[in-house]
């Protein structure tokens, strides 16, 4: 899936050096996945005379979930003609993002200063063509000199609004043309051409303190209208009846009128329907010298939405929780023995334990509460054969570290490994449990991770357990460990039983390649979660919007995965 990174910092360090002003920073952007090299994303515009930049560029990348992506941010005060300075730099883990409330992550730099990762979808829907024209912009730099005009382009986000795009200034000017831009259309408006943008003109200042010089309201649908009712008349007159009225503080300011205002990049309809926009009803050749006014509309084609993905789901708040499941059953060997997948190696983790944590460290930035449900199935108490029974001292652990401690607490329990290996009641109880936080939060989807030696006793009544939860919020790995006949197992992930939601991969496979394994195991979780949330007429919540002052701060990590990046200002 595309997703797009936005970048904010604040209380960068000033590194620019006595007397030399401010800073003007710039971020390098690099991702890596572990064991692979670091490849350059790219970079974001300088920003003149500032500590805390909110960088317009944004930046597309795939990422799926179960293959761990990590990006690395450097910022770098730009020198002209010397060497440019580092100001900080963050690692980040993309999966902790997208886990945040409202996708946004806080992180302290190395160096100093904070910096704020935003990662949300990415849909492309072509380029916004934008060229505009101000026309008697009020001067706002006192008697002797011109206004530097500049503008940005807001995209309304949630309750506020958002930076999406800064053209550069055009000196001393109040009659300014502004060069061509070309805006990501589903980073400008997500496909909703209507949708409102806002136009802000400011006065540029070199040391950042820019000054404000009017705005207006309008959309992407907007812009098109008034190029296509300018092109009915002469584009160099300063009096068009298409022209913006700029404001500041509900008083006219001057005027915009628009040059350029198209779509491209598509080959579809809409890029057929954006070079064809024309006015509906044109006016007559004037006859007198006050025509009455004329209404004109444009015909514009406005896409249908695309279809929703996972990462719509998890930006509208959606919980994802794990429960883990266990196979204590006596087909594991005993487990005080070498070369049994339950047997303990000292600080080496043993088959079941690195099962968990390489799903367990995907999974658990997904879970607010990063508590789980930890079950085993195969063993006896007293004599009697219990095909599900808790393992641990609570019914639910914290993280992955809590996981592996039940898992190991398990075997001082006085458990008997026995027979048979029966996983029906475990996915039953993890489609209850799926079930009621479905219905008592909104939005809520689960994942029930089984580990297994593979020998299950009996297929078909694991098959029939599977069927009947099938239309349950939930998703059902399995992690077959050990050199047993999988046959069964693979049977329950090609066997059609209403919706698909098993994912059986053998632990061996990818034994020397935990992110692999991860990323085989959740690979079908993405479009099991939006099938099931789309079968019940279930649409994605509006994302949620988190303001940087509700934000915990991360603390540097020194390290991560061995990932090594290094940066060339």
Request: glycine share 8%; charged share 25%.
């Amino acid at each position: 899936m595309k997703v797009k990174l936005s970048l904010t910092a604040t209380r960068l360090p000033n590194v620019a050096g006595m007397f030399k002003g401010t800073s003007d920073p710039y971020a390098i952007v690099k991702i890596s996945h572990p064991g692979s090299s670091p490849k350059e994303l790219g970079r974001t515009e300088v920003i003149k005379n500032t500590l805390d930049p909110r960088w317009t560029r944004q930046f597309v990348f795939d990422h799926e979930l179960g293959t761990p992506s990590f990006l690395s941010v450097a910022v770098f005060d730009r020198i002209p003609k010397e060497t440019d300075k580092p100001m900080g730099s963050a690692m980040i883990d993309v999966d902790s993002v997208l886990g945040s409330k409202g996708n946004l992550k806080a992180k302290k730099m190395k160096g100093g200063g904070v910096l704020y990762a935003k990662v949300m979808k990415h849909q492309g829907m072509g380029d916004f063509n934008l060229q505009l024209r101000g026309i008697k912009l009020e001067n706002v730099e006192g008697l002797f000199k011109k206004s530097d005009p500049f503008y940005e382009v807001w995209r309304r986000e949630g309750g506020g609004w958002d930076t999406v795009f800064r053209s550069k200034p055009v000196m001393e000017s109040l009659a300014p043309i502004w060069p061509e831009s070309k805006m990501d259309v589903a980073l400008l408006c997500g496909g909703k051409l209507d949708a409102p943008i806002k136009i802000v003109i400011y006065d540029y200042e070199r040391k950042g303190d820019h000054v404000l010089m009017g705005e207006f309201e309008t959309s992407i649908q907007g812009l098109i209208a008034a190029r296509a009712f300018a092109g009915a008349g002469d584009i160099n007159s300063e009096d068009l009846a298409s022209a913006f009225n700029v404001t500041k503080k509900g008083r006219e300011t001057g005027q915009v009128c628009v040059l350029r205002a198209d779509i491209s990049g598509l080959e579809d309809e809409l890029s057929e329907k954006m070079k064809d926009a024309s006015l509906e009803d044109k006016p007559a050749e004037a006859e007198a010298p006050a025509p009455a006014p004329v209404a004109y509309t444009v015909d514009t084609f406005v896409p249908p939405p695309p279809k929703p993905t996972f990462v719509d789901y998890i930006s509208g708040g959606c919980e994802i929780s794990m429960g883990v499941a266990i196979d204590y059953s006596a087909s594991n060997g005993d487990p005080r023995k070498a070369g049994t997948p339950h047997y303990f190696k000292g600080e080496e983790k043993n088959d079941y334990e690195s099962a968990i944590q390489a799903v367990g460290k995907v999974l658990s930035p997904y879970d607010s509460d990063h508590m789980h449900s930890v079950w085993g199935f195969g063993a006896k108490y007293g004599g009697v054969l219990r095909n599900i029974f808790q393992c641990g001292p609570a019914p639910e652990v914290n993280g992955v570290d809590g996981i592996l401690d039940a898992y190991r607490a398990t075997f001082k329990s006085g458990l008997a490994m026995s027979e048979p290996t029966d996983i029906s009641d475990v996915c039953k109880a993890a489609a209850a449990k799926a079930a009621q936080a479905q219905s008592t939060s909104g939005q809520a989807y689960s994942i029930l991770l089984i580990i297994t030696d593979g020998k299950i006793t009996d297929v078909n009544k694991a098959a029939a357990a599977i069927s009947q939860v099938s239309d349950s919020p939930l998703s059902i790995v399995i992690i077959g460990v050990g050199d047993a006949d999988f046959s069964g197992m693979k049977y329950l992930d090609d066997i059609s039983c209403g919706r698909d939601i098993v994912q059986f991969v053998p632990f061996n496979k990818y034994r020397h390649d935990k992110n692999a394994l991860s990323a085989a195991v959740l690979n079908e979780v993405p479009d099991q979660l939006v099938e099931y949330f789309q079968k019940h007429g279930i649409e994605p919540n509006p994302p949620v919007v988190q303001s940087f002052d509700d934000i915990a701060l991360d603390d540097v990590e020194e390290e991560t995965d061995d990932i090594e990046f290094t940066f060339e200002p």
